[in-house]
């Protein structure tokens, strides 16, 4: 019955690998959203995208890439890690553009 | 997006209600005010949301001021569950951006028996 699932839980691994973090919902919503929250607690918004359109924060290194196989995925890429990658990633998404997100349980990501 | 001010940090006795206040003196018209949560480790917790009327759900309440500068989320008969970080965000949201929330500092609710 879980509605935003991702996985995996923890993840841990050495600087400068190349990792993914999976994204599903069963909600049937059409936008997904990629979140960071990093030790001081801050969330902060990734991407937004939906089948029409990704939108990027400018914030984000292009060493990070969404790639969703289906409406109902929504996979993070990263390449290259770094330590200041180490954070909590957490998926959302919404109905249409306007509704609220739901939000899943968070992915822990160590670099080492 | 308007910026909002939450006190960091709030005690409440268990039973009695939960007032977290949230300030937006810069918000525009066509912006919500939402209300999050997130218990330890979790993700976050949608819990209400509104423009400008008071709305009421089974989690909480949330009252706006009639000038929208400021809201207050209630929650009537707090439980240590209850115990969390709660966020105020004030967004609009539109077909070209999505609903992206930013999220602030939040205000650490801390329920005691």
């Known amino acids: 019955d879980t509605a935003v699932s991702q996985t995996p839980k923890y993840l841990v691994t050495q600087m400068g690998n190349d990792k993914s973090i999976k994204c599903e919902q069963n909600l049937g919503h059409d936008t997904m959203y990629w979140y960071k929250q990093d030790s001081k607690k801050f969330l902060k918004i990734m991407f937004s995208?939906?089948?029409?359109?990704?939108?990027i924060n400018e914030t984000v290194p292009n060493r990070f890439s969404p790639k969703s196989p289906d409406k109902a995925h929504l996979n993070l890429h990263i390449n290259s890690l770094e330590l200041g990658d180490s954070a909590v990633y957490f998926c959302a998404s919404s109905l249409l553009l306007r509704t609220v997100p739901f939000f899943g349980p968070g992915t822990r990501l160590t670099v080492l | 997006d308007a910026k909002t001010t939450q006190p960091p940090s709030m005690d409440c006795a268990e039973g009695r209600a939960a007032n977290l206040p949230c300030n937006h003196s810069t918000i525009s018209g066509n912006e919500y005010v939402y209300w999050y949560r997130q218990i330890h480790s979790q993700g976050p917790q949608y819990i209400i949301h509104g423009l400008k009327n008071n709305e009421t759900n089974e989690m909480a309440s949330l009252i706006i001021t009639e000038d929208r500068k400021s809201s207050t989320l209630i929650l009537p008969h707090a439980t240590l569950r209850d115990t969390a970080v709660y966020y105020c965000i004030v967004r609009v949201a539109d077909n070209n951006a999505g609903n992206m929330l930013t999220f602030g500092g939040g205000t650490r609710l801390m329920v005691k028996p």
């Open positions: 995208y939906n089948n029409k359109e990704l939108i």
